[in-house]
């Protein structure tokens, strides 16, 4: 299983790991997220990952992923 890191540094809320976690769990080859609020950081697990797809899902649901 490979892992990508991304920061979002405008997450700050419960909404806020909710609205990431679901739209990168619906990424082709997902298969776990794990949001932490404190560090601003979510760690995507799978196979197969698309940096672009993740990218755009984190987009999706309101954030830009430095």
Known sequence: METRTYTVPDMSCGHCKQAVTEEVSKVPGVAT???DLETKLVLVG???L???ALREAIEEAGY???
Do not use: H, T
Request: aromatic share 0%.
């Open 33 to 35: 997220v794990d949001v």
């Open 46 to 48: 799978g196979e197969g």
């Open 50 to 52: 698309d940096d672009a």
């Open 64 to 66: 830009e992923a430095a």
